[in-house]
Structures are given as structure tokens and as C-alpha cells.
């Protein structure tokens, strides 16, 4: 009985004071600060929100394109397509097996892609040489990047007429026109590369007394490289925009000449054709710089990886 008591009396006694029961744990204050939630979310088994877009799906990239085709089966089918101003995916695919089987589609397309290819070339060339001047010079800058800002200014479809007149309708006039869009976006990208450089690493540079070479493979090329990969991509787009045009001048032969001769016959099927041929060789000649990109920026990562 006694016992009882005893034992009745330290249960009810104060805290503080002799023979007390300890405090429990639940008095202590709740920690605080920024690593509280984060410990809680952790022992919970919350992970943290993902902000970036997510993984890669192979070939997802190919969704859009699939769909957009979908589309224009399924509406050709339900009948909201006039085939006599867009022809269906059958009809279309039925036009493109006869110009295979008769030779006409790849002969044209191989003329169309030796003067995508050539005005590429070229144009890609003159606009990483004149970034170069003009972002690794003042005095190169002075006088190239002016004429080369009012050119942005210009069309170079503005030019046809002038160039036709120079140049003639020939091949070199073509390959020119192709040339002129592409090194202007090569230009443009490759000096805001350039000349967005950071100015400390030219610093240390010159503090370890780089020479002038190893410069510009240690420094100036990692740091321009980014700009001259959106400016190549974009000159690939603009190379077969011109060749749209062109081809349509006065040509002989390429996919444009083809897609021309079938508006004179109202042939919708073939021009559809020479549509869609444009758009895979302006499709997978992105998908190839971005592979070669890719591979080139790899010590890169963005959220694109």
C-alpha cells in the first residue's frame, strides 16, 4: 500500500522537483530552419519535384510529325478534304511510287541537294571566317560587322533580281543565293559567341602567356562553339528556304522545277510530294547537326541532355 502511494505521489509531482519523472520528448521545440522539411520529406520517402523536362524518349521527336500525318489521313478519309486542293496520304503516296519508278523524283532531288549542299558549304565557311575577324579583331569589327548587320536587314530573296542580273540564271546564281542566307546566320550566331566570351578567361589566358593558337583552341573555340551549332542549324533551314525559290527561277531540274511544272496542271498530289520531300531533307539535316553537336559538346550539361 505504501508503495502505491509513493509511487501515486512522483507521478503527480511537479517538474523540477525531487523524485520528478524526467520531461518527455514532446516538450522539446520542434527543430526549425531549412533542413527540417527536407529531413521530414526524406524520412517520409518524398522525393524532391522534378523542374527539368524530364528524360528522353528515343525517337520522340518523331510524335509531331506522326500525328500531323494522322490528322491529314484521318480528315482526308472523313471527306473535309477537297482532293482537288489537297490530295490524301494515299493519293500522294500513290504519285510519289510512280515518279520513283519513272526516275523523276530521284534525279531532281539530287540536283536539289547538290545546290542546298554547295550554297551550305560555302555559306557556312564565309560566316565562321567573318565571326572570326570581326570578334577577335576591332578593327575587323569596325568593318565587317556593319555591312553584315544591314545584309541581316536585306532578304536575300530581295537580292534575286540584282543577282540574276550579275549573275546570270545559272547554277552559280543559285548557289549564291543559298551562300548568302546561310553565312549570314552562321555570322550572326558564331560573333554573339565570340564577342560573349568572358573577358576573365581572356585574362587568365594572357596571364599564362597562351600563345596565340593554343588560345584560340583552348579558349575561343569551347566558348563559340555553342553559338556556331544554333547559327549551322538555322543556316541549314535557310539554305533549303532558299532553294525553294530559286529552283522555281528559270530552273531546269530540281524538286522546285518539278513542284513548278505541276502548278501549271494543277497536279496537287505532286506538289505535296515535292513538299514533303523538302521537309525530310530539311529534317534529317537537323537531326544530323544535332547528333554532331551532341557528340561535339559533350563535356556540356544543360537540360537538353
Known sequence: MSETLSRARTATAPPGTPGAPPRERADRPAPTGSGAAPAESARQGHRPRRLGPG?????????????????????????????????????????????????????????????????????????????????????????????????????????????????GIGEQMKVTVIALGVAVNVYINTYAALTGIDGRHVQLAESLRLGRWTFLRKVVAPGALPGFFVGLRLGVTSAFLGLIVVEQVNATSGIG?????????????????????????????????????????????????
Do not use: C
Open 55 to 167: 528524360r528522353a524518349v528515343p525517337f520522340g521527336r518523331l510524335i509531331g510529325p506522326v500525328l500531323l500525318v494522322a490528322v491529314w489521313w484521318l480528315s482526308s478519309a472523313l471527306g473535309y478534304l477537297d482532293p482537288r486542293i489537297l490530295s490524301g496520304p494515299g493519293t500522294v503516296l500513290a504519285t510519289a511510287s510512280d515518279l520513283v519508278s519513272t526516275g523523276r523524283l530521284q534525279d531532281n532531288a539530287l540536283v536539289s541537294l547538290q545546290r542546298a549542299a554547295l550554297g551550305l558549304l560555302f555559306g557556312v565557311l564565309a560566316g565562321v571566317l567573318l565571326a572570326v575577324v570581326a570578334g577577335l579583331s576591332r578593327s575587323g569589327e569596325y568593318l565587317v560587322d556593319g555591312p553584315l548587320q544591314i545584309k541581316r536587314a536585306i532578304p536575300s530573296l530581295a537580292l534575286l533580281p540584282l543577282l540574276i542580273l550579275w549573275l
Open 257 to 305: 522545277y518539278m513542284m513548278f511544272q505541276a502548278q501549271q496542271y494543277a497536279q496537287s498530289d505532286v506538289i505535296i510530294v515535292g513538299l514533303v520531300a523538302y521537309g525530310i531533307f530539311g529534317y534529317a539535316s537537323d537531326a544530323l547537326v544535332r547528333i554532331i553537336e551532341r557528340r561535339a559538346l559533350s563535356w556540356r550539361h544543360t537540360l537538353a541532355r
